[in-house]
């Protein structure tokens, strides 16, 4: 199982990874998004991207009911995953936030386009609260009030 981690240029390291695995990362950009691991560099254009899908489902630290009688787990903020299809291949990336506002940041960041008019229809998955909630919208029409209700 692959770890990346989220490093956006435009936040200046707002997404970084835990201590214990720091070799990749991924990098966002208005063109595109760039995978380091090492010495290895993978880039991908928006423009190539196809089947874009994302989901935010966690930071670390994050509640989550587990089932009817109120009893919960905390997630560890590695449950993200970035999938899409680049020149026939699929390719998914597990990554890891660190805390909520690195995925309301990262949330944001597609909000205001990030990828657009490219990846126009993909898909955002977004957890919203610890009673199971989540949301799923197309890259082209997310509702900026998700935000304000992660927690």
């Known amino acids: 199982m692959f770890f990346i981690f989220l490093f956006n240029v435009i936040t200046k390291g ?11 990362y991924i990098e966002f950009s208005d063109q595109g998004f760039i995978y380091c691991e090492k010495e290895s560099v ?10 874009f899908k994302i989901e935010l489902k966690s930071f670390e630290g994050q509640i989550r009911s587990v089932d009817s009688e109120g009893d919960t787990s905390r997630l560890n903020g590695t449950e993200n995953l970035l999938a899409f299809r680049y020149m026939g ?4 990336y597990q990554f890891y936030l660190k805390e909520k506002e690195d995925k309301k940041d990262l949330l ?20 919203i609260s610890e009673s199971k909630r989540g949301k799923t919208f197309t890259m082209d029409n997310i509702d900026p009030y998700c935000v304000e209700l992660i927690h």
């Open 14 to 24: 707002k997404f970084q990874p835990k201590n214990w695995i720091q070799e990749s």
């Open 89 to 92: 291949a699929k390719i998914k």
């Open 108 to 127: 944001r960041l597609f909000i205001q386009g990030l990828g657009q008019p490219h990846i126009a229809k993909g898909e955002l998955y977004v957890f």
């Open 42 to 51: 993978k880039e991908y254009m928006f423009d190539k991207v196809e089947d």
